[in-house]
């Protein structure tokens, strides 16, 4: 089953928006992590948030993260064309051996009208 | 430098072959892991090899097989093909010791007939 759900599952916006994606998960993670990926193509690391942490920024993203109500949320600021994509969130699980296993959701599409 | 490269792009099989797929990590990277999404899906953790031994794994069959040779590169093997297993597989490399940041190649699209 999936850990990750990501809301909304797609999203349509003007070029300049603003765009917000939530994640829920269910168990303690070490980590969250959110991931780009173009039209099937390979998926590229965009920003990582520790569990003692609640935000982060880097460049145009911010994410926040809420371990109480396991939720976080990616706020791409000033979008552009090329951010058209689909974003995932992805965790790591608490405790885990290994840090090589991420737990995906089922993506948000993001769709930037010029 | 290059990143994480993958072989064959794409390819088409029928039902009940066998697959190999090739995974090349990072240059510096030590350990692999595989993932396969189905269309519309998230990836799905297949089995992560680090030191040549499978570490992890997923919820797949054991139809799902895979190795890790002494340069790091890797491969995923899928016996007795299924409809359901036409997917993009992804590889990813991650250093060991990271906190879990992972650098996926372009995939392998194979399609099922």
């Known amino acids: 089953s999936q850990q990750g759900e990501e809301d909304p599952q797609a999203l349509s916006i003007q070029e300049g928006e603003n765009a917000t994606m939530n994640c829920s998960y269910k168990t303690s993670i070490n980590n969250l992590q959110w991931y780009r990926q173009n039209s099937g193509r390979g998926l590229v690391h965009l920003i990582l948030i520790r569990s003692n942490e609640r935000e982060k920024h880097s460049g145009r993203l911010r994410v926040t993260l809420d371990t109480s109500k396991k939720s976080s949320s990616l706020l791409i600021t000033a979008s552009r064309a090329a951010d058209t994509a689909s974003y995932f969130c992805a965790t790591v699980n608490a405790g885990g051996t290994s840090y090589g296993k991420l737990t995906f959701g089922q993506g948000t599409i993001l769709t930037v009208h010029p | 430098d290059a990143g994480v490269t993958q072989s064959p792009t794409h390819l088409i099989k029928t039902r009940g072959q066998q697959v190999t797929l090739r995974c090349s990590p990072k240059s510096g990277h030590d350990t692999v892991s595989w993932y396969q999404q189905a269309l519309g899906q998230g990836p799905q953790f297949i089995f992560q090899?680090?030191?040549?031994?499978?570490?992890q794994r997923g919820n797949f069959p054991d139809r799902f097989s895979g190795h890790q040779f002494p340069n790091y590169s890797s491969e995923l093997n899928v016996n007795a093909l299924l409809l359901g297993d036409s997917a993009l597989y992804l590889c990813?490399?991650?250093?060991?010791?990271?906190?879990?940041?992972?650098?996926f190649g372009e995939g392998s699209r194979l399609t099922v007939l």
């Open positions: 090899y680090y030191e040549e031994e499978e570490r």
């Open positions: 990813a490399s991650s250093l060991d010791r990271s906190t879990g940041e992972l650098f």
